[in-house]
């Protein structure tokens, strides 16, 4: 959520920044602010009128002083009510608001992202290369049609060598943020209630795209960004202990609205993969620093694979609404003739924080919000198939990347 003091303070820069993702006739700041201005109108004439009651209970009471506070204390539970109405309105209106892009993201969608940086050359094949759907029926390490007669479209099981190549990423991943101790491991709930998602920057504007347990009003997890960024909601943060650093496992559960492409098949876009995400709660001065510490550590771990990617900067109105930018790294996948998203690396400076109250004292003792920052350590759904298609020999063979091979204990993927 965005500062309504630094909106009034800045109102140009505010706009100017936000065209950046949003459409002109989208945004209307005056309208915000008129808002603002009918909630300050309602809390001076509530402190009017308690002030006004403050002086009477001074007073010797009568008959005459008791009928006037009895009249204050109605006007004051009347304007308390309104007072409470026009926050949550002017809140409602903040929260769709999104976080104002960082001075060097550029305007625009998908189409003005930006490669910085490329790692390894395109795969090339002397022989018909097969999808990771084909390789991984073919080699039997994912099974579609069962996993789809337990659940539906949009799932897999991992099967034997399937399974074990899974969890040697897992522990891949699992094992380089072991060598940075500063990080700390978790594995948090699966489930998050509506506030938590509010918070995250998920509600309400991406409410259709989380899965939701409607008795309990809870919502499985799309990212763990969304449970770390909740550990610390409501908290007030030791200066001395920052910044605080977590990497965390979760299965990730995501609807993937809308109809897919035919090269979207298999793992490209399932309703649910395994991740280890990396968080970090900073101070305002170093969550710069803490970003490029975080895509060091994204890249570090796609090269460790040895698969050709591309480091990209996302325009503004590709980044998520919460975030002031993004990087993301995406993997070359042979069979699409494309790239696919592995890892997000994102600031949301103290959009986040705001919305969780998740604050520090600064030098001065004053309350100040936080800086959150995540970034994917990796998700496994593509890189799996990256793996597959990447790495695919002419006899149907798939080479596993070293860093994998102690886990595997095996060089080969075969039938």
């Not at 189409?111 to 080699?139: C, R, S, W, Y």
């Not at 506030?195 to 309990?216: R, T, V």
């Not at 690396?345 to 995540?374: E, M, P, W």
């Amino acid at each position: 959520m965005l500062d309504i003091k630094y909106i009034r303070d800045n109102q140009n820069e505010v706009e100017q920044a936000l065209l950046k993702r949003i459409d002109k006739k989208n945004l209307d700041l005056n309208k915000i602010l008129k808002l603002d201005d009918q909630r300050r109108e309602i809390i001076v004439k509530v402190d009017e009128l308690k002030a006004e009651r403050n002086k009477f209970s001074k007073t010797k009471p009568d008959a005459k002083t008791i009928k006037a506070m009895k009249k204050l204390g109605e006007d004051i539970k009347v304007l308390d009510r309104d007072l409470n109405s026009a926050e949550a309105t002017l809140n409602e209106v903040l929260a769709a608001l999104p976080n104002i892009p960082a001075d060097d993201v550029v305007a625009g969608g998908k189409e003005n992202n930006k490669i910085i940086k490329t790692f390894g050359e395109q795969t090339k094949f002397d022989f018909e290369p097969k999808n990771h759907v084909d390789l991984a029926t073919d080699l039997g390490l994912i099974d579609y049609e069962r996993a789809a007669k337990m659940s539906g479209a949009g799932f897999w099981t991992y099967v034997g060598d399937g399974a074990l190549l899974e969890w040697a990423l897992l522990n891949y991943f699992i094992d380089f943020h072991r060598s940075h101790p500063e990080y700390r491991f978790m594995i948090p709930p699966y489930m998050l209630n509506e506030n938590s998602a509010y918070i995250s920057g998920h509600l309400p504007k991406f409410k259709d795209d989380l899965f939701w347990a409607e008795k309990d009003k809870l919502c499985f997890n799309a990212t763990s960004e969304m449970m770390l960024g909740n550990y610390h909601a409501g908290e007030m943060i030791n200066r001395k202990d920052l910044p605080l650093k977590y990497y965390a496992f979760s299965t990730c559960f995501r609807r993937e609205a809308g109809a897919y492409r035919t090269e979207e098949r298999g793992m490209i876009r399932g309703h649910q993969f395994n991740k280890i995400e990396m968080f970090q709660f900073t101070l305002p001065e170093e969550s710069w620093a803490a970003f490029d510490e975080l895509l060091d550590y994204g890249e570090k771990l796609v090269e460790g694979l040895g698969l050709h990617y591309n480091t990209v900067q996302l325009a503004a109105g590709d980044c998520s609404a919460a975030m002031a930018k993004t990087i993301d790294l995406e993997v070359w996948i042979p069979s699409m003739k494309g790239y696919k998203e592995v890892s997000s690396v994102s600031n949301a400076l103290d959009y986040q924080a705001r919305r969780g109250n998740i604050r520090f004292k600064d030098v001065d003792n004053k309350n100040k919000f936080l800086h959150t920052l995540n970034a994917s350590g990796l998700a496994t759904s593509r890189v799996f198939p990256a793996i597959l298609e990447q790495n695919q020999q002419a006899d149907g063979s798939v080479l596993i990347p070293k860093v994998l091979q102690k886990y595997m204990g095996k060089k080969v993927l075969k039938k």
